[in-house]
């Protein structure tokens, strides 16, 4: 995926859920790209509580796809998926982590998020400390190269 195609699609996101006030983060690979990083996201990963999920969801249907999730018992939360253009978006409402001591929010996690400005529009990321502490509580092998990038804070 280029990240002409994942800015573009960035501005079109911000314009449509501009009517949306409560706050709404993007994480994974598409924040640490917003943060500076060299990467080439797969998709656009949003973070939010479950009420402005059911928000999102109602402005985003038009590009709804259907989803078929695996449950393998470490993440739980109010999940959707839209494509637009050729962009994948993935919606977490509530997200929550299984881990040796339970669920973990991730959401409460954030609670020095950075804005950013792209395109004259405004977007919210976890600080590079956070994205950190919330890849290493996702602990998924794949999750390592972000890390190794943010080690770098």
Known sequence: ????????TLTQLSHL?????????????????????????????????????????????PYEKPVQLKDDGKFRSAFSRYVIGDVSIELMG??????????????????????????GSNFTIPSKTEQASIYTLFGRQKDEAALKLLSTI
């Not at 001591?101 to 609670?111: A, C, F, M």
């Open 1 to 8: 995926m280029s990240k002409q195609s994942i800015i573009q």
């Open 94 to 119: 509530n997200l929550q982590v299984n881990t040796v001591n339970g669920w973990v929010d991730v959401l409460p996690l954030i609670t020095d998020p950075q804005k950013i400005v792209l395109n």
């Open 17 to 61: 859920l501009s009517p949306i006030t409560s706050r709404w983060i993007i994480i994974g690979t598409t924040g640490l790209m917003l943060s500076g990083y060299d990467v080439e996201p797969n998709d656009i990963d949003i973070l939010t509580d479950k009420e402005t999920a059911s928000l999102i969801n109602s402005l985003l249907k």
